[in-house]
């Protein structure tokens, strides 16, 4: 039996540098799927929003996003090292506020890391299949299928975990508060108590140029009144529990 050689294999960095990320999900999704396919609605808001943005308004090179779906969530990352946080933040607020006009509401936390090219640390077989196919992102399994995903790094998971780790449930936004000095203070927001390292941001009455630019732009975002209804109209609808009605109204100030 021949075995592969042990080659020393390197990830190539996208781009230099810690960049800014958003991880952002659909809230509830299995609920909501098991109680039809309203799930479904949420998740389609998420992908047109983030297409609109990166096919109408940041294209280019310096603005453009590089975004990977998980599940029913969604990485997105920076092209390069902002040292302002606000249009990381603008992006994020529009799309929840997206996602509200289609029924369904959305969590997201940002993060810094690095993101990089992981696939020549594959197997062998799988570079092979790859160079066989014609394709970087699939390779078939006899008459199945096999999806890889060619990007890996510190963006996806200190944006996720920061997510996990926060306590509040709910339709919440979330940022380290050392990096929550990096928006500016239209973003209204509240540093979590009993955790001071994180703080949320108000997505409902956050106001920005940024916010505007993305709306008359790209057509993403809405007004804060049809976001407050949305959450409120969620809330009869869905009738989610207490803990979480609680950290969504707190965290955007509607108590």
């Given at each position: ?29 299995s609920?909501?799927w ?78 810094e ?5 992981i ?21 078939s ?22 997510d ?63 976001a ?28």
């Open positions: 039996m021949t075995t592969e050689r042990t080659v020393a294999l390197e990830t190539t960095p996208v781009e230099e540098g810690r960049r800014w990320s958003i991880w952002i999900d659909v809230e509830g999704f609920t909501l098991e109680r039809g396919h309203k799930a479904v609605l949420g998740l389609r808001a998420l992908m047109e929003g983030i297409y609109s943005l990166g096919t109408r308004l940041y294209r280019d090179d310096g603005d453009r996003l590089f975004a990977h779906q998980f599940g029913d969530g969604f990485i997105i990352v920076a092209d390069f090292h902002e040292p302002q946080l606000d249009r990381c933040a603008a992006i994020a607020v529009a799309l929840m506020r997206h996602i509200s006009r289609a029924g369904c509401l959305a969590r997201a936390a940002i993060a890391g690095e993101f990089a090219d696939s020549g640390l594959w197997p062998k077989v799988i570079r092979d299949a790859v160079a066989r196919d014609g394709s970087d992102d699939c390779i399994l006899g008459s199945g299928l096999m999806t890889l995903l060619p990007v890996m790094g510190t963006a996806l998971i200190a944006a996720n975990k920061l996990a780790r926060n306590p509040v449930k709910g339709s919440i936004l979330t940022v380290a508060t050392p990096d929550a000095t990096r928006i500016a203070p239209s973003f209204p927001r509240r540093t979590i108590d009993g955790h001071a390292d994180f703080t949320v941001l108000d997505w409902v009455h956050a106001d920005h140029a940024h916010i505007d630019r993305i709306w008359s732009c790209a057509g993403i975002g809405g007004a804060p009144a049809d407050e209804r949305a959450i409120r109209g969620y809330i009869d609808t869905e009738a989610p529990p207490p803990a979480w009605i609680r950290g969504t109204l707190d965290s955007n100030n509607l108590s």
